[in-house]
């Protein structure tokens, strides 16, 4: 079955730290890659996705991801977070109709 | 512009009680739609979705069903709730051939 597998469930920085999030899954097919973000006490929005071409995807503010197809991975990224960075981070990965999810990373910014 | 409708936006309800949970679409036609729940702590978890008008998949046995009566309608149901059944159920939709998903704003379900 395939899944997704977010490696860290709480991550904890300061402001103006640099983000990677981590993201793998098990699907050895072709693949379309998601990151969406929930806010505390919002809904959950894109962030960014990959369907093909430059695996390097740049995303909404200031989030980019990085799709390695040899190392089943698609990590988020951010050179410098803010405090209002702080949410939860979902990867999913589709396969046909459906969207496999990762259980999320907690992200909490020290201000 | 479309936009997707969800409601209520919390529900407390007995066990054994039964639910039906709605979510409409607007601006568009024919599109995927999906019940997911989400628990604490363990990410989104599909449920149901559906292509089409009375083309419901069930991803995850459970004493839950769904239903499309209409084009843009996705009913998520219960004959008997379970305390298990508590949690966030988010609908969402997505274009036939397009692969973006868009939320709506859940429904807090608890069952006491």
């Known amino acids: 079955a395939q899944s997704v597998s977010q490696h860290n469930h709480h991550v904890i920085l300061s402001e103006a730290a640099s983000l990677e999030l981590g993201c793998n899954y098990s699907y050895g097919g072709t693949v379309n890659l998601f990151w969406y973000v929930q806010y505390p006490g919002q809904h959950l929005q894109l962030l960014l996705k990959?369907?093909?071409?430059d695996p390097l995807v740049k995303g909404i503010k200031g989030f980019e991801a990085e799709f390695i197809k040899s190392k089943f991975s698609f990590n988020l990224r951010k050179p410098s977070v803010q405090w209002s960075d702080t949410a939860e981070y979902f990867c999913?990965?589709?396969?046909?109709?459906?969207?496999?999810w990762g259980a999320g990373t907690k992200l909490i910014i020290k201000p | 512009s479309q936009t997707i409708h969800q409601w209520p936006a919390t529900l407390v309800q007995p066990v054994g009680s039964p639910l039906s949970l709605e979510c409409t679409v607007e601006g568009t036609s024919n599109p995927n739609l999906y019940w997911y729940r989400q628990a604490a702590g363990r990410g989104l978890q599909l449920l149901f979705y559906s292509i089409g008008i009375d083309q419901i998949s069930s991803e995850v046995p459970q004493n839950l069903s769904a239903s499309r009566p209409q084009d843009r309608q996705f009913i998520l149901s219960s004959k008997k709730l379970l305390l298990s059944d508590s949690g966030f159920y988010l609908c969402?939709?997505?274009?036939?051939?397009?692969?973006?998903?868009?939320f709506g704003s859940g429904t807090r379900l608890t069952v006491v």
């Open positions: 990959y369907f093909s071409g």
């Open positions: 969402a939709w997505s274009a036939p051939e397009v692969y973006g998903y868009t």
């Open positions: 999913a990965v589709r396969s046909n109709y459906q969207l496999i």
